[in-house]
């Protein structure tokens, strides 16, 4: 049977693909929420941090909660949180309620993705295995291209309706998953849920040597290409001014990359010694990062080469990632939902890592200079101001940071002057005061 047809499969993929859909929808609409909660788009990106630490902290536990009541009562505990919160989400009136809801979002949505990978090892063997997790992780690739596209036209009709459609995505799933899968955690082989045990089970896992190297390659790989997908808004729509729907579109590519891979990881499962493939894999993804830093910095800057080069890289980590994940899964067989667990919390921690600080230290220089900066230092400046950085910047900080009352006629006199190169920085100071007196 066509595993794309395949009912279990496709819940499974449900399930995993929560994760890109709970981050990627809202990308395109950062601005506009930004602007409706009096916020910077700066602040929203950090419901990213908000959403992404405690969805990390609970990978910890969501696999040893389904080792303890079963994988179905885990999805359902877990999705029905990430449902309510998704409506709190859409209610927000303020980015600290949006911060609020977004950790609420985190600490349920983990349940789907960490409980399908483990009830992949439970329900098949071997090579078919990896061709089902091959499959999954193509439809799951196709998330976040299909996201903001999604987004982007949710957006027709309010930000808001972005987080009710992911209330509704996780009750289809609940319903779905619930009439489909079986419960593949039998009662004669649940654990005990008691921290100790967990404690001594994560311990376990943890000194496996072969186990960590498996899970921070996979870790590693992933979190390179989440490092693009998190500083995407930043990147295409402050400095490189595409629309939201061209944003959208702009991860078609991308994703097709790990489509192809994905296809690589299942027509090898069983004909090709996972060691070549990985071999493969790794080479790949060196040789496209490699040739992405060789043409930024030695030909161009160029976006549609820049996402190509990403796309190319995709396919390698892609074609990867089902064979180490199995791999990881099978070391510990009596303990597959912790070691799921493990496995998505180093994934998530990573991620973590390249949300809350790595890609703000990246684009520090763009979203940490904002109207209420140059406004410091024009009318607090005792003879000259002296702006250094590159007009681009400057330009797009005028034209995307939020809109308040005491800004909005110097953001448009700086413009107006950075634009038409009539006068220098130096002398803003003065055209400001003599228009104001």
């Known amino acids: 049977m066509n595993l794309f047809l395949n009912p279990k499969v496709i819940a499974l993929a449900i399930l995993a693909s929560l994760a890109p859909f709970a981050i990627d929808t809202y990308l395109p609409g950062f601005h506009i929420i930004a602007t409706d909660l009096s916020s910077t788009p700066a602040y929203i990106q950090q419901s990213l941090t908000f959403y992404l630490i ?14 303890s009541i079963g994988r179905i009562m885990t999805i359902k505990w877990g999705l029905a949180l990430f449902f309510f919160a998704s409506i709190g989400c859409a209610l927000a009136t303020s980015v600290e309620q949006l911060w609020f809801f977004r950790a609420l979002q985190g600490i349920g949505g ?29 439809i799951f690739g196709i998330a976040p291209a299909v996201a903001p596209i999604f987004g982007g036209f ?4 309010g930000w808001q309706s972005i987080f009710i459609f992911l209330a509704l995505y996780a009750a289809t799933a609940i ?13 004669k082989d649940r654990l005990p849920f008691a921290l100790k045990s967990i404690a001594s089970r994560y311990r376990r896992i943890f000194k ?3 186990f960590l190297f498996l899970i921070l390659s996979l870790s590693a790989n992933f979190s390179a290409f989440f490092f693009y997908v998190l500083a995407s808004p930043i990147f295409l729509i402050d400095l490189l001014g595409f ?5 959208a579109y702009l991860f078609v590519p991308t994703v097709c990359g790990m489509i192809m891979g994905s296809l690589i990881a299942k027509k090898t499962a069983g004909v090709i010694n996972p060691s070549r493939v990985i071999r493969f894999g790794y080479f790949w993804m060196l040789l496209m990062a490699l040739s992405n830093l060789i043409y930024c910095y030695f030909i161009d800057n160029n976006p549609i080469f820049n996402i190509g080069f990403i796309a190319l890289y995709n396919i390698g980590m892609a074609a990867i990632m089902p064979i180490i994940s199995i791999a990881a899964l099978d070391c510990f067989p009596k303990a ?16 973590s890592a390249v949300a809350g600080v790595i890609v703000p230290i990246s684009s520090e220089h763009t979203f940490m200079l904002n109207r209420n900066l140059i406004y410091t230092a024009i009318t607090r400046g005792k003879s000259k101001v002296c702006l250094v950085g590159e007009r681009k910047i400057f330009e797009n900080t005028l034209k995307n940071a939020f809109k308040g009352s005491r800004y909005t006629g110097l953001g448009i006199e700086i413009g107006e002057h950075l ?8 002398r803003l100071t003065e055209v400001y005061r003599q228009k104001k007196n």
Do not use: C, W
Request: glycine share 6%; proline share 2%.
């Open 243 to 247: 629309t939201e729907k061209q944003f």
């Open 110 to 138: 983990g349940a789907g993705n960490v409980v399908a990978r483990a009830m992949v090892r439970d329900l098949y063997e071997g090579a078919q295995a990896q061709r089902v997790m091959a499959t999954i992780q193509i």
């Open 336 to 351: 597959r939902g912790t070691a799921a667990s493990g496995q998505a919390f180093m994934q998530m921690f990573f991620s």
């Open 54 to 67: 405690p969805y990390t902290i609970m990978t910890l536990f969501h696999g040893a909660i389904s080792d």
């Open 419 to 426: 634009l038409s190169d009539k006068i220098s920085l130096s």
């Open 154 to 157: 949710l957006l027709d009709y």
């Open 175 to 187: 319903f779905f998953s619930s009439r489909v899968l079986p419960e593949t955690m039998l009662l």
């Open 208 to 210: 496996d040597k072969e």
